[in-house]
């Protein structure tokens, strides 16, 4: 596995073949990180929809429930 | 949509916004959580973190680091609480060693919150307290209770598995947020990385000759009431306990830092630094698996019934009777382990001293308790006050 563009090595297991590049990892890990965000975001959003959408209050109370830790993620408090 | 329809939505939907509130402000209130440290009149400077590891400037890890510099010159120690912000005693020992130390010769340099971003979170699902409050006379002082990792707010996500730098060794994927495992570190690497690359520059130029690192551990594990030392610090660390244990009334062994386990203080400072690296191990029953209700009672008075059945099995490295290990005992046995080390290291190293006085001691604590020896932030001069 090879990953280019930095300046810090390590390599897995110390086996050749195997370097990964620190920086790479470290903007591999944002970029899964910022979707993780956009996802939960989405998925609150879809959410807040279907409470709008639904007939019952039984829907209604299972989609808040479900919403509230999604909401907790993406304002950065849980 | 009826008007009942929209009425119903809107009375949940401002329940949901209530509850969204509370649960938001209980989490915000903990991470924010400021504890007031009183510098004693030995800290003779304050800086932060980043002076060592620019690339944490701005995170939750830039922690204080308190300097007490001596009349004379000497030696350096280093002492260091919260690398595991779940294990209190650590960050007690540390905090009264910064509000009541004073150095006659050398100097001693404290962090309180080595992980501060793994204070701002507790262990998921394990229902930890947020806080704890220590009573003092003068009503008590609160502080953060942590967790073993860092916040996943600050670094996330963990990998597969977590392949340790530089050596390349595999460990638990968890333990890329563990920073008990991440030391030597580097300085473009994860934040738990970035900050024990900090903390080695901080070894390596204010020239460490010796670095403490405070623990607690659960009764169910094997390495408890010791110190872990490094090759180098050997005839140290034995010549400490034998000192403790002769003295103090409380027993500690010596044990070594195995020479392939990686990521650990007690290994990676010794091998990339000039320092001496110890690490010192208190019992806590709080952490044991087999604890029944987990609440701050048991965090400080160190009494569960279950840990204490556990031990009549014999299932148990530390013994434990209904008295437990209160928090007093425990914060007592590491700052007594530290003016120890001190004390010893001066005796081995005359011409690099490290004199202190005033370090509450093993007997001192369990006399008081942690309370009393808490300083009040209210009557503490703004210039003398900082905030963890």
Do not use: C
Request: proline share 5%; hydrophobic share 40%; charged share 20%.
């Amino acid at each position: 596995m090879r990953f280019s563009g930095s300046r810090e090595r390590g390599r897995i297991g110390g086996l050749p073949g195997t370097e990964i590049r620190t920086t790479d990892m470290i903007t591999l890990q944002s970029i899964i990180t910022l979707a993780y965000y956009a996802l939960t975001a989405g998925a609150a959003a879809l959410l807040v929809y279907n409470f709008v959408k639904a007939k019952s209050w039984e829907r209604e109370v299972l989609y808040l429930i479900v919403l509230l830790p999604f909401l907790l993620r993406v304002l950065h408090l849980k | 949509m009826t008007n009942t329809d929209l009425t119903r939505k809107l009375l949940l939907g401002a329940l949901a916004i209530v509850f969204l509130s509370v649960s938001g402000k209980s989490f915000y209130d903990h991470r924010h959580l400021r504890e007031p440290v009183v510098m004693g009149p030995g800290v003779t400077r304050v800086t932060t973190l980043s002076e060592y590891g620019p690339t944490i400037r701005g995170t939750a890890n830039d922690a204080n680091i308190y300097i007490l510099e001596g009349k004379a010159p000497g030696g350096t120690v280093f002492v260091f609480g919260g690398t595991h912000a779940e294990e209190p005693a650590g960050r007690l020992a540390a905090w009264l060693l910064v509000e009541h130390a004073t150095m006659e010769r050398g100097r001693l340099i404290v962090a309180l919150s080595a992980n501060r971003s793994a204070s701002t979170v507790t262990r998921p699902s394990a229902a930890y307290p947020a806080t704890y409050t220590i009573p003092t006379a003068w009503g008590g002082q609160t502080f953060r209770m942590g967790d073993r990792f860092t916040n996943p707010l600050d670094q996330w996500p963990d990998p597969e598995v977590f392949i340790h730098y530089p050596s390349g060794q595999y460990l638990a994927y968890v333990d890329v947020r563990n920073l008990n495992r991440a030391f030597p570190g580097r300085p473009t690497g994860t934040l738990t990385e970035r900050t024990t690359y900090a903390f080695m520059e901080l070894v390596r130029r204010e020239k460490v000759d010796v670095a403490i690192d405070l623990h607690e551990a659960e009764l169910q594990y094997p390495v408890i009431n010791t110190i872990v030392t490094h090759q180098k610090g050997q005839e140290l660390a034995t010549m400490i306990s034998m000192t403790l244990t002769d003295l103090e009334g409380f027993n500690i062994g010596t044990e070594f830092s195995p020479l392939n386990l990686h990521g650990l203080t007690h290994r990676e400072i010794g091998d990339h630094s000039q320092a001496v690296s110890l690490l010192f191990e208190a019992p806590e029953p709080f952490l044991d698996a087999t604890r029944g209700r987990t609440n701050a009672d048991v965090l400080l008075s160190g009494r569960d019934e279950f840990v204490v059945k556990a031990g009549r099995k014999g299932l148990l490295f530390a013994p434990i009777d209904e008295k437990g290990w209160p928090i007093a005992t425990r914060v007592g046995r590491h700052t007594s382990s530290v003016a120890q080390t001190l004390e010893t290291w001066t005796e081995f190293n005359a011409d690099r001293p490290v004199v202190a006085t005033n370090i509450p001691r093993y007997a001192d604590l369990v006399k008081h308790g942690v309370g009393h020896f808490l300083r009040d932030p209210r009557l503490a001069s703004q210039d003398r006050l900082a905030y963890e």
